[in-house]
C-alpha cells in the first residue's frame, strides 16, 4: 500500500498568515497520462470531509483561491494564503493512483 | 445538486452484521462511484471499498472478507453490509462520490453528512 505521511504545523497560527501543509508519499503519483494523483481535503470540526484539490494541484468547483497545490511525485505542498477562520481544521492528504485509496493521518489548523 | 445520505443503526452488537444505506440525489448511480470511507473516533480516515458506475466493486483488503457493496439504481441507493463486527469497527461511516480518471482510482468529489456506529456489548 501506497504510505502517506503529513507533517504538523505550529498551531496556534495567527490569523492572516499563510502557512504550507505538506504529505509525502511512499511511490511516485506521478502517472503516464501526466496527472499527479493527490488530492487534499479539509474536515471542519464536526463536518465531514470536503474536496479542496485534486490531481495535485486544481482547485475544486467553489473552493477560495486562497488554496494552492503543488508539488513532485513524492512531496506536496498545500498553501493557504491568509488563513481565516472558517480554514480551521484537519487536512488529509490522499493518493488516487491506485488501489487502496490511502489517507495522510492529518493535519489539524488552529488559528490564534 | 449532488447529496448522498447515510442511515443505519447506530448501535451494534459484537458478531452482527452492520447494514447501512447511502441516498444519493443530483446524479446517476449508473454515471458514477460511490465509495465508503471509515472514521475511527478522533483518528484518520479509512476507505474501505467503492462500487462503480458498471456494477463492479473494489474492496479495501483489510475487510475485503466481510464486506460487501451492492446498489438498487432504481432507488438511487448504495448499500453497505459488514459482517462479524467488533468494537474496532466503531467510527463514523461515510459514503462520498467517487470520481475515476480513466484507470486512476482518483478522489471522491461530494460525501455525506456520516453516519456514526457504535460496536458494543
Known amino acids: 500500500d501506497i504510505v502517506m505521511t503529513q507533517g504538523a504545523l505550529p498551531n496556534p497560527v495567527p490569523s492572516g498568515e499563510s502557512v504550507s501543509i505538506t504529505c509525502r508519499s511512499s511511490?511516485?503519483?506521478?502517472?503516464?497520462?501526466?496527472?499527479?494523483?493527490l488530492n487534499w481535503y479539509l474536515q471542519r470540526p464536526g463536518q465531514s470531509p470536503q474536496l479542496l484539490i485534486y490531481w495535485m494541484s486544481t482547485r475544486a468547483s467553489g473552493v477560495s483561491d486562497r488554496f494552492s497545490g503543488s508539488g513532485s511525485g513524492t512531496d506536496f505542498t498545500l498553501k493557504i494564503s491568509g488563513v481565516e477562520a472558517e480554514d480551521v481544521g484537519v487536512y488529509y492528504c490522499q493518493q488516487g493512483l491506485e488501489f487502496p485509496l490511502t489517507f495522510g493521518s492529518g493535519t489539524k489548523l488552529e488559528i490564534k | 445538486q449532488v447529496q448522498l445520505k447515510e442511515s443505519g443503526p447506530g448501535l451494534m452488537q459484537p458478531s452482527e452484521t452492520l447494514s447501512l444505506t447511502c441516498t444519493v440525489s443530483g446524479f446517476s448511480l449508473t454515471s458514477n462511484g460511490v465509495g465508503w470511507v471509515r472514521q475511527p473516533l478522533g483518528k484518520g480516515l479509512v476507505w474501505m471499498g467503492t462500487?462503480?458506475?458498471?456494477?463492479?466493486?473494489n474492496y479495501n483488503s483489510a475487510v475485503q472478507s466481510r464486506l460487501s457493496i451492492s446498489r438498487d439504481t432504481s432507488k438511487s441507493q448504495v448499500f453497505l453490509k459488514m459482517n462479524s463486527l467488533q468494537p474496532e469497527d466503531t467510527g463514523t461511516y461515510y459514503c462520498?462520490?467517487?470520481?475515476?480518471?480513466?484507470?486512476?482510482?482518483?478522489?471522491?468529489?461530494?460525501w455525506g453528512q456520516g453516519v456514526m456506529v457504535t460496536v458494543s456489548s
Open positions: 462500487i462503480w458506475a458498471g456494477g463492479s466493486t
Open positions: 511511490k511516485s503519483l506521478l502517472y503516464s497520462d501526466g496527472k499527479t494523483y
Open positions: 462520498a462520490r467517487h470520481v475515476r480518471s480513466g484507470t486512476r482510482v482518483s478522489h471522491f468529489d461530494y
